[in-house]
């Protein structure tokens, strides 16, 4: 019989290969004029080894819209940080962007540069609207030079509104949002995979008018926006019917996805940009 022996071949230990610290940003995707911008940086230190973050690159000089710094480093101070410590800071940069050299009220790439890692965010800019704007005597050929934003506890939502086909609409729409009948409002309605609605009337606050309906062939897929109204016919106050089709007045509701039961019986009137 003939044995067989495996031999193993030694082999040299590979020195181990060090990590470097990661950064991760989170920043808004709307830069809006007089809001603040905030932008999140998460650093983590490797867990092989402590590491020293620049400070500058804890500020303003750490970030950079389309390749243009937004500060200086000016300064040789370092933060110390342990194996596998996360540093995480929020900033305000509405200003320091605004006042940045170039920046001229732009769409822009927001980076931050301080640490490697973290993914650029294409940020669109936006501008308030004038101050004593009356939209429900604007021409109607002005309305479609506006968008609203919502401000809401998970971020921005901007609607673009189909003025052009649904006049009545958009001047309400835009009517109500600008004088604030919206603030401190909420979504009363969510129902998941369907819509969610908001813009409810107050003891309070009452909605302003109601609207002859504007039906129209845009169809309710995900992301457009439609009036609510109500479901049957109904009387005002002084006896007059008001029929279930003319019947909107603030309510409002965004789809989730396509909903042809909708079409041509609540008027469509505009659509989710971004949020």
């Known amino acids: 019989m003939i044995g067989t022996l495996l031999l193993a071949a030694a082999l040299a230990p590979q020195p181990a290969q060090e990590t470097e610290p990661q950064a991760t940003l989170t920043a808004p995707t709307l830069f809006i004029e007089g809001e603040p911008f905030l ?8 867990p092989d080894r402590p590491t020293k973050i620049p400070a500058w690159a804890l500020g303003g000089a750490g970030f950079q819209i389309d390749g243009g710094a937004l500060g200086l480093g000016g300064t040789e101070d370092v933060v110390s940080l342990v194996p596998g410590q996360v540093l ?7 200003e320091v962007i605004r006042r940045s050299e170039g920046f001229e009220g732009r769409d822009f790439r927001f980076e931050y540069v301080g640490v490697p890692g973290a993914e650029a965010v294409e940020v669109h800019y936006l501008q308030r609207a004038e101050r004593g704007i009356d939209f429900m005597e604007l021409p ?18 901007w609607l673009q509104l189909w003025a052009d086909i649904t006049p009545r609409h958009a001047r309400n729409f835009l ?9 401190d409002n909420h979504f009363h309605r969510v129902s998941p995979g369907f819509m969610v609605q908001g813009g409810g009337a ?8 109601r609207l002859k309906n504007e039906f129209n062939d845009r169809r309710h897929v995900a992301g457009v926006l439609s009036m609510a109204r109500l479901g049957a016919d ?6 007059n019917v008001i029929p279930q089709f003319d019947s909107a007045t603030c309510e409002f509701f965004i789809v989730h996805k396509t909903s042809p039961h909708l079409d041509g019986k609540y008027t469509a009137f505009g659509r989710v940009v971004l949020g």
Do not use: K, N
Request: aromatic fraction near 8%.
């Open 39 to 46: 932008a999140r940086i998460r650093i983590e230190a490797p």
């Open 88 to 94: 995480e800071t929020t900033l305000d940069l509405s």
């Open 140 to 157: 109607a050929a002005q309305l479609g030079d506006y968008d609203v934003v919502l401000m809401t506890m998970h971020g921005p939502v």
């Open 175 to 183: 009517d109500l949002a600008y004088r604030g009948f919206y603030d």
């Open 202 to 209: 107050r003891p309070d606050r009452p909605a302003p008018r």
């Open 234 to 239: 109904t009387r005002d106050p002084q006896g």
